[in-house]
């Protein structure tokens, strides 16, 4: 016979996994906000002379790199969102 979980598991789930996901999406959001970061020193989206673009362009390159960073930590990033998911787990657990 198979073991299935209750329907209202599946419906509510419980704290601890609430406080995952949310630790997880917080993680994840502030590594793509440093590698958004980055991105600007290092000149993404940067204009390459006065005939590239307009003053149009510098407003909607910072759209540009915080999709490029979102991108970049769906895809793995550089590591820091599973650190810093493990110390905010890490804090949650000692409360």
Known sequence: M??????AALR??????VKEMSARQAAEKLEASFLAEMLKSAGFGAQENSFSGSAGEDQ????????????MVKRGGIGLAEAFYK?????IDDN
């Not at 198979?2 to 329907?7: A, C, K």
């Open 87 to 91: 110390s905010m787990m890490e804090k």
């Open 12 to 17: 509510s789930p419980n704290a601890t996994v």
């Open 2 to 7: 198979t073991d299935y979980l209750p329907v």
């Open 60 to 71: 909607f390159a910072s759209f540009q790199r915080t999709a490029m960073a979102e991108q």
